[in-house]
């Protein structure tokens, strides 16, 4: 079945320095979406992205989909405290309605 | 507006009971699921419908139940509780037009001793 990997599992950087995950898929995705969960919370939408070789962004984070629609990243530019959270990619296979896979998330942890 | 809520928000279960997860959403949508979160494991999808009347496996269903009767409710059923469905639980719903995003509920925190 469609797999979803994402790296790294965890990281702790000080604030203001960067941060990048991402999340490579075995199979194509038709598109790929980005969550953000609070410790304690539930996931929260970030963004959707469909076309091959798309970039978004908002305000500090930045989100690209490969070109193939295989692998995605997440950066962010100088971290605050408040992007403290785990960050999840999650794809979908076809173009219609399908089941949304999740990679195992980003565990990101910014000291003050 | 409640969106997707979750009921309850934290249980305590023996193994062997069994008990109902209740989930209900008021956006009209057609397409509901429950994951469960455990360490390091990310959210992984238990079962979900896309409509009324119409349930399907996701990648764990084993010791869950679903019906869908309506397009609010989505419950989930543990039927014989054991230690390994110690876990968060998650239900989300999603619009039916499309690969759009998904709304999650608080979760339930559910401990099977």
């Known amino acids: 079945g469609q797999q979803v990997m994402q790296i790294p599992q965890y990281q702790h950087v000080q604030e203001g320095e960067d941060f990048t995950t991402y999340c490579n898929s075995s199979?194509?995705?038709?598109?790929i979406q980005w969550y953000k969960q609070r410790p304690g919370g539930h996931p929260v939408f970030l963004i959707q992205l469909v076309k091959s070789g798309e970039v978004k962004k908002q305000k500090r984070l930045t989100f690209q989909f490969g070109e193939a629609k295989k692998n995605s990243s997440l950066h962010i530019t100088a971290t605050q405290t408040t992007d403290v959270g785990t960050y999840f990619c999650a794809g979908t296979k076809f173009s219609g309605y399908s089941t949304l896979t999740f990679g195992k998330g980003t565990m990101l942890l910014v000291s003050p | 507006n409640a969106g997707v809520t979750q009921t309850p928000k934290f249980q305590v279960l023996k193994t062997g009971q069994s008990m109902t997860l209740q989930c209900a959403q008021d956006?009209?949508?057609?397409?509901m699921s429950w994951y469960r979160q455990d360490p390091g494991m990310g959210l992984r999808l238990i079962h979900y419908?896309?409509?009324?009347?119409?349930?399907d496996q996701g990648e764990v269903p084993n010791g869950y139940n679903v019906s869908r009767s309506t397009t609010e409710d989505f419950p989930l059923r543990l039927l014989s509780a054991a230690p390994s469905q110690t876990s968060v639980y998650f239900c989300?719903?999603?619009?039916?037009?499309?690969?759009?995003?998904?709304?999650f509920g608080q979760g339930t925190r559910l401990t099977v001793v």
């Open positions: 989300a719903s999603r619009p039916p037009t499309g690969n759009t995003e998904a709304f």
């Open positions: 956006m009209n949508h057609e397409y």
């Open positions: 199979t194509t995705l038709s598109n």
């Open positions: 419908s896309v409509g009324a009347g119409i349930t």
